[in-house]
Nanobody, 123 residues
Framework: QVHLVESGGGLVQTGGSLRLSCAASGSIFRIDTMGWYRQAPGKQRELVADIASGGSTNYADSVKGRFTISRDNAKNTVYLQMNSLKPEDTAVYYC?????????????????WGQGTLVTVSS
């Protein structure tokens, strides 16, 4: 089994910064893309940013220039540095990882999600 544990959410004022972390643990053979998604009240979950194992990144237009995603492959951890936060960034942020596990001598590719961490930006 694989678990993703997020940390770093909280309450911050407009213009402030937060850093989210997500550590994957368990029977991991390989992790491909890791990413952060968010879901605001009454809205659908949306991609914030993701990063491939080789380091290439992808950002939602709404966070470009303000958020930075990074990862430490040795620690199976992905980070999201969020600067210049706005009230519209308020949401539950979820970590996602595309994980390959070895089970019964076979490789299986599965998608895992963290439990979510709340980010609240006050105006």
């Amino acid at each position: 089994q694989v678990h993703l544990v997020e940390s770093g959410g909280g309450l911050v004022q407009t213009g402030g910064s937060l850093r989210l972390s997500c550590a994957a643990s368990g029977s991991i053979f390989r992790i491909d893309t890791m990413g952060w998604y968010r879901q605001a009240p009454g809205k659908q979950r949306e991609l914030v940013a993701d990063i491939a194992s080789g380091g290439s990144t992808n950002y939602a237009d709404s966070v470009k220039g303000r958020f930075t995603i990074s990862r430490d492959n040795a620690k199976n951890t992905v980070y999201l540095q969020m600067n210049s936060l706005k009230p519209e960034d308020t949401a539950v942020y979820y970590c996602n990882a595309e994980v390959t596990i070895l089970q019964m001598d076979q490789l299986h590719g599965l998608d895992y999600w963290g439990q979510g961490t709340l980010v609240t930006v006050s105006s």
